[in-house]
């Protein structure tokens, strides 16, 4: 408990001395110590510790305002303060985001209510009496609750057996809910308020608890807390009597260290006696926290504190100490070492002290020791021997006389010299060759005298670094290249050696030529006296398999001596010797020298055969099976029956000695392979086509692949004389001179020159005409054939010849006369022809028909007068009219002589003598009987003109539709 209270103490002592530093120092905002750096913080923080509380007194109002400046000193467990509930409230300033303290340890948020623990300050309590405590805890951004309010959550531990220990360990209790806890966990709440009840059940005297309270929203202010249930019945009480804290005197011998006592009465004068052992006695007034500070103390123990308080309450004693001392355990060096190589010496002794030493007697130089109490001092390629010598080692301004020594020797290194690679051929072709590494050893020493060195062979830098895996020798490689690392000791003292960071020289096995194995060859015997010319570089490529024939030459030979040796190489082509002939193989690696001549291979003569020995040139013509439609006469196809060349093939040799095959390319002739299967019914698949014809030995020779006959046939598809006569031609008949055409001529449009032609009628196969053209006289199915006189191919098309005449026209009015439409009905027959389709004109108007009944046709809306009607047949055959009358009247007149309506007459009477018109004003008075093929009335009455008007006539006439006698009235207007 009393190293806790001593970190509390010098915490508040720390605060106070730097507020007071006011009155010295200009005024520094608490903004402004926020943007200060770490180290210029704690800068501060030491100089307002040393200063001492008499210079300047603050009151309790002015320190309070002015803590917010700093972060509070127990923002960590390990720093916490103690809170005395019976001295009623403690307000404190809070941590804020400002302060840049880090949140309180994750195990404690997983182990209580917190969702998260920002801006942690942490306060404990010792129980001094048993019963309930009830802690309220607020706050707000202004000091005393004002200003805004702000969100407080806390957790509560415990009991422990003292604070330390509440710092060990979170995860011994748990919560599921606000103020719902459970194992250590006492209370915790995370709700949003900014006041909190935390709450001990049977707390017992002796026990201790721990506070954590976070500031949620990060915003400076205060925190206050207050011992609610202090005056109840049976509650219980917190532990405030005074207590000893001190802070170590910085250096070996220093007077800086400082004695608190905290707790007592605030601003109160205290006479403190104690023993340092000597009994001691000072005056001191308590500041307005309740603490004295003893100042300018050493190391020591101070026992029987006694600030008479009175009451029951015992100080404790306190010891101070500079744990400031350093021991030095042992110096060790890497050596001996070889020149070039760094000379490492190692010191161990107390961690973070620092060691002074020397270096062959020059100046002083220090290492400090790390947190394990080792420090390295490197002499970078030292070439001679090196001697350190430790003269101090000292921990803060606390020295230690040293006076150990070592010395590192430096031995002679030996040096590698430049050996060049091990090359050979791979003879097995299996990747494997022995190798004598000793070879090597004289270009490795060079100079050296070989009896002071051993030198060892290796596969990596590792092994000859390590000197472990030492090749024998002979050495067997499996690898095309093999890199060697070489190693060399001095036999005299093993710490010496050379080893080179780059292997030394390659270990290089070269393979042999990987040629494929060719084909014998086989040529035809024409002129069968045994011999003939081979293309012995024909099989170059083959053998080289992908090989570059710029790095290997293929050379053949006669025997395998000159094979081996590379001698006596065959020209090509080559005639040869015997049937069958060996021809050896010999492949050489122009860059290695290495050599394969394990290859050979057969020549042989075979008597072949001979396919249109005549030379004449073989063809198949048939004709195409369809018409010509594309334009392209390359895709015709049709079936051919290839064995019909056989003979002349063979050109009298016997078949039974030879079998024929057909193939659709030259590779496939070559090849012996995809030959035609059923060459009896071959569709060409281009036009024309050539197909290749292999004639071989039958039965064959063994090994024959080269000795057959060949030669070509072209298919030819012919295409059929197309031509295409009309479907129906018309013959007209009974005409009447009207008709616009003349007898059809059935013509193929093909020339007479290469065709041939048979005309037929209605199936009969007399032949009516053998001309390219016929002009038919009479109907009937008429049909043709054409016959292309080269090609043979025909081709046969048909037509029908029909009747056809001159129209029989009637034509009739079917309306009434005066009628609002006046209808004439026309109607055509035909005259003997066999077909009837015919159009209709009014009064030389537009062609009309009914389709399909197109042997009528009506016109309605028809004017008055004579019209017109005309009809003809619409396949040339001629035409027919007839007139018909329609009887009307107009409806005005306008007699201004300007040519037009300049009188009132009815058209269409002029057939009509008997018909009798008479004229009356609107009052009934006759004014003129106008004749029915006269010019009409003028508008004129006994010379006067008459007036615009509506005037009546009657008028006596015959129906013309029926040749009744009938009367008609009606009106029209005369406009002027």
């Not at 026990?207 to 005056?231: C, R, S």
């Not at 098309?797 to 309306?815: E, M, R």
């Not at 006067?944 to 029209?972: M, Q």
């Amino acid at each position: 408990m009393h190293n806790m209270k001593s970190i509390i103490l010098l915490s508040t002592v720390l605060l106070l001395a730097f507020f007071k530093l006011e009155a010295q120092k200009p005024t520094i905002t608490n903004d402004e110590f926020a943007q200060l750096s770490d180290s210029e913080r704690l800068e501060i923080k030491e100089a307002a510790r040393l200063l001492t509380l008499e210079k300047v007194k603050l009151d309790k109002t002015d320190m309070t305002a002015r803590l917010n400046m700093l972060p509070p000193d127990n923002n960590t467990c390990d720093k916490s303060n103690i809170f005395c509930a019976d001295n009623g409230s403690l307000e404190f300033p809070n941590s804020s985001t400002a302060d840049n303290v880090p949140p309180a340890p994750n195990e404690a948020v997983t182990n209580s209510c917190l969702g998260s623990a920002p801006n942690p300050v942490w306060y404990f309590i010792q129980i001094a009496q048993d019963g309930e405590i009830i802690i309220e805890i607020t706050q707000s951004t202004g000091a005393g609750g004002t200003g805004t309010q702000l969100d407080v959550d806390y957790v509560c531990w415990g009991p422990f057996a003292n604070a330390s220990e509440s710092c060990i360990d979170f995860s011994t209790g748990a919560c599921t809910a606000d103020h719902t806890c459970t194992g250590t966990v006492v209370d915790c709440s995370f709700s949003g308020n900014a006041q909190e009840t935390a709450t001990i059940p049977n707390a017992q005297a002796g026990e201790y608890y721990m506070f954590l309270i976070t500031n949620f929203a990060g915003n400076a202010g205060f925190i206050t807390l207050n011992q609610t249930n202090g005056t109840e019945t049976d509650s219980g009480a917190t532990d405030c009597c005074p207590y000893v804290s001190g802070v170590n005197p910085t250096t070996c011998e220093g007077a800086d260290g400082i004695i608190e006592i905290s707790l007592l009465q605030p601003d109160t004068e205290y006479t403190i006696t104690y023993n340092d052992p000597n009994p001691q006695s000072v005056t001191l007034t308590s500041n307005a926290s309740g603490v004295v500070q003893i100042t300018g103390v050493s190391s020591g123990t101070y026992t029987n504190f006694n600030a008479s308080t009175g009451g029951t309450c015992e100080l404790d004693d306190i010891t101070l100490s500079t744990d400031s001392s350093a021991s030095f355990n042992s110096l060790t060096v890497n050596g001996p070492i070889c020149p070039g190589d760094d000379a490492i010496f190692t010191v161990n002794g107390t961690a973070d002290a620092t060691v002074t030493y020397t270096i062959n007697g020059g100046a002083d130089q220090t290492v400090v020791l790390d947190a394990s109490g080792n420090g390295v001092v490197t002499i970078n390629g030292a070439t001679e021997n090196q001697t350190i010598l430790l003269s101090n080692i000292a921990l803060a301004s606390c020295n230690t006389p040293l006076t150990d020594t070592v010395v590192v020797e430096i031995l002679a290194k030996p040096t590698i010299g430049t050996a060049p690679d091990m090359v050979t051929c791979d003879i097995d072709n299996d990747n494997v060759e022995s190798f004598d590494l000793g070879s090597q050893t004289a270009a490795i020493l060079g100079t050296q005298p070989a009896a002071n060195y051993t030198i060892t062979y290796h596969l990596t830098l590792a092994a000859a670094n390590a000197g472990t895996g030492a090749l024998p020798n002979p050495f067997i490689s499996e690898l095309e290249t093999q890199p060697i690392f070489v190693r060399i000791q001095d036999v005299s003292n093993a710490n010496c050696f050379n080893v080179s960071a780059n292997a030394v020289f390659n270990l290089i096995i070269n393979q042999l030529p990987s040629p494929a194995t060719p084909e014998n060859l086989i040529e035809c015997d024409e002129d069968n006296n045994g011999s003939a010319d081979f293309d012995l570089d024909s099989q170059t490529s083959f053998i080289l398999n992908n090989l570059d024939p710029a790095i290997y030459t293929v050379t053949y030979h006669a025997s395998k001596a000159d094979a081996d040796a590379g001698e006596n190489a065959l020209t090509s082509p080559y005639l040869n010797t015997s049937s069958p002939q060996t021809i050896y193989v010999n492949i050489t690696n122009n860059d290695t020298g290495c050599v394969n001549s394990s290859l050979n291979f057969v020549i042989e003569t075979y008597v072949g055969a001979v396919a249109n020995s005549d030379g004449e040139p073989l063809n198949i013509s048939v004709c195409d099976d369809n018409l010509e439609t594309d334009g392209d006469t390359t895709n015709d196809s049709n079936t051919f029956d290839l064995t019909l060349l056989n003979p002349e093939i063979l050109d009298g040799q016997n078949p039974a000695d030879f079998t024929i095959s057909f193939y659709a390319s030259e590779d496939d002739l070559n090849a012996g392979t995809n030959a035609i299967a059923n060459p009896n019914s071959y569709n060409n698949t281009v036009n024309p086509q050539t197909v290749y014809i292999r004639i071989d030995n039958d039965p064959p020779v063994s090994g024959d692949t080269n000795c057959f006959g060949s030669t070509t046939a072209t298919l030819n598809v012919n295409p059929l004389p197309f031509f295409d006569l009309e479907d129906l031609y018309y013959l007209c008949i009974n005409t009447n001179g009207t008709e616009v055409i003349s007898d059809p001529i059935l013509d193929t449009e093909l020339s007479a020159s290469n065709h041939t032609f048979e005309w037929t009628l209605d199936g009969d196969v007399t032949v009516i005409s053998t001309d390219s053209s016929y002009t038919a006289n009479a109907p009937g199915n008429y049909s043709v054939t054409a016959t292309n006189t080269a090609t043979g191919c025909e081709y046969t098309d048909t037509t029908v010849v029909v009747l056809s005449s001159p129209p029989v026209l009637t034509a009739n009015l079917i309306s009434l006369a005066f009628s609002s439409n006046n209808i004439i009905h026309a109607t055509a027959v035909t005259n003997g022809g066999e077909v009837s389709d015919y159009e209709f004109s009014l009064d030389a108007g537009p062609w009309v028909s009914n389709l399909p009944d197109n042997g009528s046709y009506t016109f309605d809306n028809v004017s008055a007068g004579e019209h017109t009607i005309t009809a003809r047949d619409i396949h040339g055959c001629g035409i027919s009219s007839t007139t018909v009358f329609v009887l009307d009247y107009p409806l005005y007149f306008t007699p201004n002589n300007d040519g037009y309506h300049d009188t009132w007459y009815i058209e269409g009477l002029e057939n009509q003598p008997d018909a009798q018109i008479r004229i009356f004003d609107r009052f009934g008075k006759l004014l003129k009987q106008v004749s029915s093929v006269g010019k009409g009335w003028d508008g004129v009455y006994n010379g006067k003109l008459l007036p615009s008007s509506d005037y009546w006539f009657t008028l006596e006439y015959r129906e013309p539709k029926d040749d009744v006698r009938k009367t008609f009235t009606a009106h029209f207007a005369l406009k002027r």
